[in-house]
């Protein structure tokens, strides 16, 4: 069974620039949920894919935006970043009907 | 709404000590309840989970944490630490009946010394 994985690991992008970042999903998971992890803090709740379209959202401005893909894949679109958006940017997948989500290792997002 | 209070920020221990991390949440409505630990630049890996039943659920790793609704609590314990159990501790909630986010404590850093 192959679990979460994200990439890139690591990223440098300046101010104003765009960036994406991707997710597979474990093997059998329908629903893919992202979260941003600030130094020292928890995730916080970005948005969450179902089916391809977006299934809930967290207090996060419209210039992070996301895709599902029909293999349950996702992406992570951050337009117009600041200096605010470097973090560790977590996917997790799950089923639908269940609440436990598993996470990937994540993706470092460094803004200058 | 949800939030999640870690009141600990770092908890220092002698390995083969027993540690306590403490957690307690807020929600008008009833939620599942997770402990995850983070790894040094790793993601996120799930401890254990309460989802019904009985109130102490048993995890990986020799970790076990007791649910208390009337304190809403789910504190984690282990008997003896290792040193391996160095690490982040999240705890987290999310809404039953269809909830779709976790929210997340700000973590307890658990530091195990020789």
């Known amino acids: 069974e192959t679990g979460v994985t994200q990439s890139p690991t690591h990223l440098i992008k300046t101010r104003g620039q765009q960036v994406t970042l991707r997710c597979s999903s474990q093997?059998?998971?329908?629903?893919v949920s992202w979260y941003q992890q600030a130094l020292g803090q928890g995730p916080q709740f970005i948005f969450q894919?179902?089916?391809?379209?977006?299934?809930g959202r967290g207090n996060f401005p419209p210039r992070f935006s996301g895709l599902q893909f029909p293999n349950y894949s996702s992406e992570l679109n951050v337009n117009a970043l600041e200096l605010d958006d470097s973090a560790l940017y977590l996917c997790a997948s799950s089923l639908l009907s269940e609440e436990t989500q598993y996470f990937g290792p994540g993706t470092r997002l460094l803004v200058l | 709404a949800q939030s999640v209070t870690q009141l600990d920020s770092q908890v220092p221990v002698f390995e083969e000590a027993p540690v306590e991390l403490r957690c307690n949440y807020s929600s008008s409505v009833s939620v599942y309840l997770f402990w995850y630990v983070q790894y040094p630049n790793q993601g996120l890996q799930l401890l254990l989970k309460?989802?019904?039943?009985?109130?102490l659920v048993k995890g990986i790793n020799g970790f076990e944490a007791e649910f208390n609704k009337s304190q809403t609590s789910f504190h984690l314990r282990k008997p003896s630490v290792h040193i391996s159990d160095t690490a982040e501790y999240f705890c987290a909630v999310i809404a039953t009946g269809g909830g779709n986010k976790l929210t997340f404590g700000t973590g307890t850093q658990l530091k195990v010394e020789l």
């Open positions: 093997s059998g998971h329908n629903t």
């Open positions: 894919y179902y089916r391809e379209e977006e299934n």
């Open positions: 309460y989802l019904s039943g009985s109130t």
